[in-house]
C-alpha cells in the first residue's frame, strides 16, 4: 500500500490531559506509514501539544461525544482540506484505548493491505451483541464516502451523553450502515469467528456443549479482551482497560509485570 495514500485520524483523551509515552512512540513511527496524520484531542494540556511529533495536525476540541465525534472531527478537517476528494485515500482511525507496546507490528499489519471499495476493515471483528468491526482501530477506501448514505451518516454524528447509546448508534451503527449498503465486514483477527460452528451439525453439537457443559461462548466476546495474549503477539497492543481492571476472567495474570519491565505500567494506569 502507498504510504501517499494513507491518511491517519487518531482519537486522543487522557483523564488528566497528558500525552502517554506510547502514544508519542506509536506517532513518531506512524509518520513512517501515513502522508497525514490528524491528532483530535478532547482534554490536552498545552504543555503536552510540544511533545508531538512535527508535522501532525493537532485539533482540540471539548470533551463531549466520545471518540466518534473526535473522529467526525478529523473527518471535517480532511474534506476541507481534500474538497471532499477521498477518492485516492485509505483512511484510518485509530484511538487511545489501546496501549502500544511494539506499535510498528500493529502499523506494518494494517498498512500492507489494499483496500477495496466494498470492504470495511478493522483489526478485529466481533459478534457480541451483533456482527461489528471493532471502532478502536478500522480503515477504509475512501471511495466508500462516494455513498451518499455513508457520507450523511458521518456527518448527522452528534455528541451522546451516554456510553451504551454511543456503542447501539454509532460502534454497531457503523458496521450496521455497511452491511446494509453491501459492504463487507473484514478483519485481520479471525480467531474468535472461526470458533463459531457454521454447518448445522456443527452448530447442535456447539449448542450442547454450551447448555449441559457451560462451554464459554468466545465467538461471541470481544476478542482484544479474551485473546489479548495474540493481540499482544500479533500486533503489539493491549487494551488499557483490559490493564486496569485487571480482572481474571480474561487470564491476565503477569501482564503487570510484563508492562511494568516495559516501563508502561504506570502509562496504563494513569490513564
Given at each position: 500500500?502507498?504510504?501517499?495514500?494513507?491518511?491517519?485520524?487518531?482519537?486522543?483523551?487522557?483523564?488528566?490531559?497528558?500525552?502517554?509515552?506510547?502514544?508519542?512512540?506509536?506517532?513518531?513511527?506512524?509518520?513512517?506509514?501515513?502522508?497525514?496524520?490528524?491528532?483530535?484531542?478532547?482534554?490536552?494540556?498545552?504543555?503536552?501539544?510540544?511533545?508531538?511529533?512535527?508535522?501532525?495536525?493537532?485539533?482540540?476540541?471539548?470533551?463531549?461525544?466520545?471518540?466518534?465525534?473526535?473522529?467526525?472531527?478529523?473527518?471535517?478537517?480532511?474534506?476541507?482540506?481534500?474538497?471532499?476528494?477521498?477518492?485516492?485515500?485509505?483512511?484510518?482511525?485509530?484511538?487511545?484505548?489501546?496501549?502500544?507496546?511494539?506499535?510498528?507490528?500493529?502499523?506494518?499489519?494494517?498498512?500492507?493491505?489494499?483496500?477495496?471499495?466494498?470492504?470495511?476493515?478493522?483489526?478485529?471483528?466481533?459478534?457480541?451483541?451483533?456482527?461489528?468491526?471493532?471502532?478502536?482501530?478500522?480503515?477504509?477506501?475512501?471511495?466508500?464516502?462516494?455513498?451518499?448514505?455513508?457520507?450523511?451518516?458521518?456527518?448527522?454524528?452528534?455528541?451522546?451523553?451516554?456510553?451504551?447509546?454511543?456503542?447501539?448508534?454509532?460502534?454497531?451503527?457503523?458496521?450496521?450502515?455497511?452491511?446494509?449498503?453491501?459492504?463487507?465486514?473484514?478483519?485481520?483477527?479471525?480467531?474468535?469467528?472461526?470458533?463459531?460452528?457454521?454447518?448445522?451439525?456443527?452448530?447442535?453439537?456447539?449448542?450442547?456443549?454450551?447448555?449441559?457443559?457451560?462451554?464459554?461462548?468466545?465467538?461471541?466476546?470481544?476478542?482484544?479482551?479474551?485473546?489479548?495474549?495474540?493481540?499482544?503477539?500479533?500486533?503489539?497492543?493491549?487494551?488499557?482497560?483490559?490493564?486496569?481492571?485487571?480482572?481474571?476472567?480474561?487470564?491476565?495474570?503477569?501482564?503487570?509485570?510484563i508492562l511494568k519491565n516495559k516501563n508502561l505500567l504506570f502509562e496504563a494506569l494513569n490513564n
Open positions: 500500500m502507498n504510504k501517499n495514500n494513507n491518511v491517519l485520524i487518531f482519537a486522543h483523551y487522557h483523564s488528566k490531559g497528558l500525552i502517554r509515552k506510547d502514544i508519542l512512540n506509536f506517532l513518531k513511527k506512524s509518520k513512517k506509514f501515513f502522508t497525514k496524520i490528524i491528532f483530535v484531542s478532547t482534554k490536552i494540556k498545552g504543555n503536552e501539544i510540544c511533545k508531538i511529533p512535527s508535522g501532525i495536525k493537532i485539533i482540540k476540541k471539548r470533551n463531549v461525544g466520545y471518540d466518534f465525534c473526535s473522529y467526525k472531527k478529523g473527518l471535517v478537517y480532511l474534506s476541507s482540506k481534500y474538497k471532499r476528494n477521498f477518492s485516492n485515500k485509505n483512511l484510518f482511525f485509530i484511538n487511545s484505548s489501546i496501549l502500544f507496546i511494539r506499535p510498528e507490528k500493529l502499523l506494518n499489519s494494517i498498512t500492507r493491505k489494499t483496500l477495496k471499495n466494498k470492504e470495511f476493515w478493522g483489526l478485529s471483528r466481533s459478534l457480541e451483541l451483533t456482527n461489528h468491526i471493532g471502532t478502536y482501530c478500522f480503515f477504509f477506501s475512501g471511495k466508500l464516502f462516494e455513498n451518499e448514505n455513508i457520507f450523511n451518516w458521518w456527518k448527522s454524528i452528534k455528541p451522546l451523553d451516554d456510553r451504551n447509546k454511543v456503542v447501539s448508534k454509532y460502534e454497531l451503527g457503523l458496521s450496521n450502515l455497511m452491511i446494509k449498503n453491501n459492504i463487507e465486514l473484514k478483519s485481520f483477527y479471525k480467531k474468535n469467528i472461526e470458533l463459531k460452528a457454521n454447518n448445522i451439525f456443527e452448530k447442535i453439537s456447539q449448542r450442547y456443549k454450551e447448555i449441559f457443559f457451560k462451554t464459554p461462548k468466545y465467538y461471541k466476546k470481544n476478542p482484544i479482551n479474551y485473546f489479548w495474549k495474540d493481540f499482544y503477539n500479533k500486533y503489539g497492543i493491549i487494551k488499557v482497560k483490559l490493564i486496569k481492571e485487571n480482572n481474571t476472567k480474561y487470564g491476565t495474570e503477569g501482564l503487570r509485570s
